[in-house]
């Protein structure tokens, strides 16, 4: 039996791929950091009868502790096959008004987390000779936008992160994997939706403009099962991986365009996007 283990499954991309990866066959171990919301996890596993397939265990990515005794568990099991780091979220905010608090808070979560857990897992697929990390990532960490760099530069760091991770360990039989999902019916615009403005903020106006844009684009929204299809795709797929995965109405779009275009015509049509 093979063993999976997916951070942030309480819900979203995290919830479903840790679904995906029990119908794939997976013994899949789903991490959470509040155990109080597996229920909805735990449903779905049942309707789809892979309860049996399916083992929830405490992890708060940013807690030494709570890495610590990730460690050991994982130290008990008989292989760790796949690590999908999914956990995550989106700071959003106007880089003015946001503390370097924030932006520390959101490096924590979708970077340095990433690198613990990675670490806590590494030896044992090393030893073992093979295994597949798929890191989540985001269009946002290919092209920055407004409202979002905390997010934006934290997806960043994974990407170059990732590029080295997987120079470093082909050697060992290990794939580092790049899943760049763009906009999906998941709660990440809500980051935006919500920033707290401080009163009579300059950036008001901008925060309208952004929200318009994406409240028009939200019927075309992409299925989040889509992602969670592809990384169980992915872990099962016997054949070499690519690197990275964009997926999502546009994104490729989006990502030839940065590479193609110089960065003042980029400016234009963003900015011709939302109406500035």
Do not use: C
């Amino acid at each position: 039996m093979k063993t999976a283990i997916v951070t942030g499954s309480s819900s979203g991309f995290g919830e479903l791929i840790a679904i995906e990866l029990a119908k794939s066959g997976y013994q899949v171990i789903a991490t959470m950091r509040d155990l109080n919301k597996k229920e909805h996890l735990l449903k779905l596993a049942s309707a789809e009868n892979v309860s049996d397939k399916i083992t929830v265990f405490p992890l708060d990515v940013t807690m030494q502790e709570s890495i610590e005794k990730f460690k050991v568990f994982v130290k008990s099991l008989v292989s760790v096959n796949v690590l999908v780091n999914n956990a995550g979220y989106a700071q959003g905010g106007f880089s003015e008004e946001l503390t370097v608090d924030e932006y520390r808070s959101q490096f924590e979560t979708n970077f340095f987390g990433v690198i613990a857990v990675t670490q806590a897992v590494l030896p044992v697929m090393r030893k073992q000779g093979e295994g597949k990390i798929i890191n989540m990532s985001s269009i946002s960490g290919r092209f920055g936008f407004p409202g979002l760099s905390a997010y934006a530069a934290s997806k960043h760091a994974l990407e170059g992160y990732s590029e080295s991770l997987r120079l470093e360990l082909k050697p060992f039989g290990i794939d580092i994997i790049l899943i760049e999902p763009g906009s999906y019916k998941t709660n990440i615009w809500q980051s935006i939706e919500n920033i707290p403005l401080l009163n009579g903020s300059p950036y008001e106006l901008l925060k309208v403009s952004i929200m318009k844009t994406l409240t028009a684009g939200q019927d075309s929204y992409g299925d989040p099962v889509e992602v969670a299809r592809l990384a169980a795709t992915i872990a099962s797929n016997e054949n070499t991986p690519n690197l990275r995965y964009p997926i999502g109405k546009g994104v490729k779009t989006m990502i030839q365009l940065k590479n193609y275009l110089p960065w003042k015509t980029i400016e234009r049509i963003v900015l011709k996007k939302i109406k500035l």
